[in-house]
């Protein structure tokens, strides 16, 4: 049975992943990808998210893909 995800500001979990969030989108962040070659930048940071998110929620990467594409909250 896959679970669907539901964003709780109060779980320690989803606080932490928030902040991986914000150092994800930050501009450094993007300065360093950048100097390591990667041309979709945005792209790039997007995957990481996914897979971060499937790791941090032990989920599978289709479902929390599936999970993503289908509701704008997360």
Do not use: A, Y
């Amino acid at each position: 049975m896959k679970i669907p995800m539901n964003p709780d500001k109060k779980d320690p979990i989803w606080k932490l992943f928030g902040k991986l969030l914000k150092v994800i989108d930050s501009d450094s962040f993007k300065e360093e990808l950048s100097r390591n070659d990667l041309t979709s930048i945005k792209k790039h940071q997007m995957m990481l998210k996914l897979v971060l998110l499937s790791i941090f929620f032990q989920l599978d990467f289709f479902h929390v893909h599936d999970q993503v594409k289908n509701r704008d909250k997360l």
